[in-house]
């Protein structure tokens, strides 16, 4: 059982390129999120989703999308990185009656 | 929106000692939860502990607890017996209940050194 995986571990992209970040689990989770952590700030939400198929904007969606197609992935896309997009991104999974998130253990952006 | 306050940034504690770590909430809700976790250099979040609103007694994990007043919005966490593994920071965070998704609000944290 491996929890919650994120990849890359590390990624530096140039302003104006596109890039996935990457998020599975293999605990049957319905729910799944995507949150930055920025130095000041905290961990905000940016998309999450309730099960296969449906996704919702959480605080900060602007410059991301996301999908799910299948209960264990929920990648993160950003169409067109910019600077303001450096941070440290976790996915995180919970389920119906838990109230508890399940980390991974963080990509590290940066963007130059 | 809910808020959450962290007005700590920063705190030190002698190895053995106790500390205690403040957050604050706003919200217009009956039924939440309220969590703190911590996040050592490795950057693994890790739940340390978690109270339910409706609960009143206060929750304990070993030597975490915490001190939860519903009526003044406030949720400390009182570390016990420091220890150098403690060295971390911590976020408290607030969900409310039956959120589809189960979404958090973090606090924006505080690091906490053991000093030994």
């Known amino acids: 059982n491996a929890g919650v995986t994120q990849t890359p571990k590390f990624q530096v992209l140039k302003t104006g390129q596109s890039m996935t970040l990457q998020c599975a689990q293999d605990?049957?989770?319905?729910?799944m999120s995507w949150y930055r952590q920025d130095p000041g700030m905290g961990l905000r939400l940016i998309h999450y989703?309730?099960?296969?198929?449906?996704?919702d904007q959480g605080e900060v969606p602007n410059g991301y999308n996301v999908s799910r197609s299948t209960t264990e992935d929920f990648p993160l896309r950003l169409l067109s990185a910019a600077p303001s997009q450096t941070s440290v991104y976790f996915c995180?999974?919970?389920?119906?009656?838990?109230?508890?998130?399940?980390f991974g253990p963080g990509t590290r952006l940066t963007v130059t | 929106a809910q808020t959450v306050t962290q007005s700590q940034p920063e705190m030190s504690v002698q190895d053995a000692e106790t500390v205690t770590l403040s957050c604050t909430y706003d919200?217009?809700?009956?039924?939440?939860?309220l969590f703190w976790y911590k996040q050592p250099p490795s950057r693994q979040m890790i739940l340390v502990i978690r109270?339910?609103?409706?609960?009143?007694q206060n929750a304990t994990e070993n030597r975490f607890s915490v001190n939860f007043q519903k009526a003044a919005k406030s949720f400390s966490l009182k570390i016990s017996d420091s220890q150098l593994g403690d060295t971390a920071m911590y976020f408290c965070?607030?969900?409310?209940?039956?959120?589809?998704?189960?979404?958090?609000?973090f606090g924006t944290g505080t690091s906490l050194t053991v000093i030994p």
């Open positions: 995180a999974s919970s389920y119906e009656g838990n109230y508890e998130q399940y």
């Open positions: 605990m049957n989770h319905e729910y």
């Open positions: 989703s309730v099960g296969a198929g449906i996704t």
């Open positions: 919200t217009s809700e009956n039924n939440y939860y």
């Open positions: 109270q339910e609103a409706y609960k009143q």
């Open positions: 965070a607030f969900m409310k209940h039956d959120r589809p998704g189960n979404q958090f609000y």
